[in-house]
Every structure is written in C-alpha cells, then in structure tokens.
C-alpha cells in the first residue's frame, strides 16, 4: 500500500513481487482488494498528514527563522546586515525607493517599450479569468501575440485576463532580454545581471495572483505602477495543510480570519521593493498598469527543496 501512495505502477509492484517470488496472480488480487477497500484512502490521507507534518517540521531547515514584524526602510541595510537579518533571518523587508538607488536603475518607459519592442512575439498567460487557480494551471493559458498588442492591452484593460509572468521567459527567450544590459544592480547583493537572475511581469489594472509562495528569495521591484501585497508567514500551517505545490488554497483573507497577527499587507510604488524570503506565502495585486522585475539571482546561494504542497509521491518523508 506505502509503494502505491509513492506513486508506483500497478505493473512495477507485480514485477516486483512476482521477481520475489510471489504467483502474479495472488499478487493481482491484492492489489483488486486495495483499489475497492475503505481503508485505503484513509492510509493515504493519514500517510499524506504524516508527510505534511514533517516537512512542515524541517521548514526551520530551510527558513531559520519566522518574523512577525514588516519591516521598512528607506535605504537597503548592508549586505552582511541584510544577509544575517533578512536572508538568514527569513524576515521580510520594504525598501521604499530602493530601484532608484542602483548603480544604474531602468529606465523604463511604456512608450518607449512599445516603440522599441512592438513587434516582437511574447508569450503570455491569457484567460485567466476562466479558471479558478490560473497559476496552477498555466500551462493551459499560453498564448502568442506581439509585444506591442500587448502593450496596448496592459495600459487599457482592467481586469485578471492576460498577464506576462517568469513563466513567460520574456527575458531569456525574446529580444526584451536586451533590457538586462541597461540596468545594473547594487553589486553587494546581486553578481551582473544575467538571464534567469531577473523576471519581468506586465500586467493591466486589476490582475491578481493569488496565495502561494516562491522556490527562492526574491527582491520583488515595482518599476511601473503600483501593486499591492499581502504576506502570510511559512508557520500559517493552515495554508501549507491546504497547498497544491507552491500554490495555496486559501486566500490572505481566510488567514486574516483565523489569524489577523498573521497576515501583513504593503503597498508598492514605483522604485519601491519588496524582500520576499523562501517559503512566505504572499497574494498580489495590481492597482494600475503595472511593470515590475524579481531579482532572484544573488551572491548568495538561493535554492530551496521546500514545496509543502507537493504531491504524495514527490514526498521523501514517506516511510
């Protein structure tokens, strides 16, 4: 029963079994007798519980730490005071203005990205508004258009229909990619900027991502517009229980309902920043046409193995 939760094929465990010595047919009627017994999915919810529970139990493995407090400032501390109180330190943190402190910031115009860029072809996810978790489901959403249709979209709709995410790859597979060379980042904290190390977002007035949370730090910059974010700590186990992957089930209002201390919101401005650690589950909003860039490539070392919402079969802690 344990190496069918895993995820093993029916045929896997008959070979198995059969190589041991067992006659397949007996072990053919076991397996009939699991698939229509009352006491499997039971094992399965309870050995699922079990295997939530220990990872939730090794977050302190990959987080160190569970701030309560939304810190803000107007300048970034330096790298070993950031590193030591908000890397290590798993704690949130607002830099207002902090684009406009790079060495070199972007300089980012939706004109002159439409000028430049207007033909060439972006993927983006459309039709968000037709399921009820678009994320989760991306793959289905893909669609090609022209940058510059797009940009006529983002700057006039306002709804959660399109929306050029990471996922997109806009940087790493299009032209828009040139943008990388035109910006450069405090380099105690970041190396040169590269493709991947950075993600570009553009939406329209009123796109929403809902609850989850990223495989990575991430210095989340407002360069065009602004949004606004709600952040729930990796210790609202009532998220995690509830996860599909790094997407949550609930919203930062169910937690605020249950635990109002919880659940903590900032409001994003052009060249203002966000430092969301590994593991915080965080829900956004877009109060206008809206550009914004994640930095995810920093001089530290930023890959985490936590995804308390992965399925059964992806867990290690299954015995």
């Known amino acids: 029963m344990l190496n ?39 094992y399965v919810r309870a050995l699922d519980e079990r295997a939530r529970a220990r990872e939730t ?10 701030a309560r407090a939304l810190v803000e400032v107007s300048r970034c501390p330096p790298a070993d005071v ?8 798993n ?13 070199r910031p972007p300089r980012f115009r939706f004109e002159d990205l439409r000028r430049r860029f207007a033909d060439v072809e972006i993927e983006v996810a459309r039709g968000r508004t037709k399921h009820a978790r678009p994320d989760l489901e991306f793959t289905e959403l893909r669609a090609k258009m022209p940058f510059g249709d797009y940009l006529d979209l983002v700057t006039t709709a ?13 940087f790493e597979d299009t032209a828009i990619g040139q943008l990388l060379e035109e910006i450069e980042l405090p380099s105690d904290l970041f190396p040169p900027p590269r493709r991947g190390a950075i993600s570009f977002w553009l939406g329209p007035e009123g796109t929403h991502t809902k609850l989850h949370h990223d495989a990575t730090n991430n210095f989340f910059c407002q360069i065009l517009g ?10 609202a186990t009532m998220v995690a229980d509830a996860a599909t992957g790094f997407y949550a089930s609930h919203t930062s209002d169910d937690v605020r309902r249950v635990h109002p ?7 994003l401005a052009p060249g203002d920043a966000l430092f969301l650690p590994v593991g915080w589950w965080h829900e956004v909003w877009s109060l206008s046409p809206s550009l914004s860039l994640a930095v995810v490539g920093f001089r530290w070392p930023n890959s985490y193995d936590y995804r308390p919402g992965r399925p059964l079969h992806q867990r290690e802690s299954l015995g």
């Not at 093993?8 to 009939?32: F, K, N, Q, W, Y």
């Not at 139990?57 to 569970?66: A, M, N």
Request: hydrophobic content about 45%; charged content about 25%.
């Open 57 to 66: 139990c090794r977050l302190p493995e990959f987080v160190r730490g569970d």
């Open 91 to 103: 704690a949130p943190l607002v830099v207002r203005g902090f684009v406009e402190q790079w060495p």
């Open 82 to 89: 950031f590193h030591r109180q908000h890397w290590i330190g």
């Open 226 to 235: 602004k949004k606004r974010v709600a952040l729930v700590p990796p210790s």
């Open 261 to 267: 201390e919880l659940v903590h919101e900032v409001e």
């Open 158 to 170: 306002v709804d959660d229909d399109a929306y050029l995410v990471a996922r997109n790859r806009a």
């Open 4 to 42: 069918l939760a895993r995820g093993m094929e029916r045929r896997e465990i008959v070979a198995t079994l059969a190589g041991a010595g067992l006659p397949v047919a007996v072990v053919s009627r076991a397996l009939d007798e699991l698939d229509h017994s009352q006491i499997t999915p039971a």
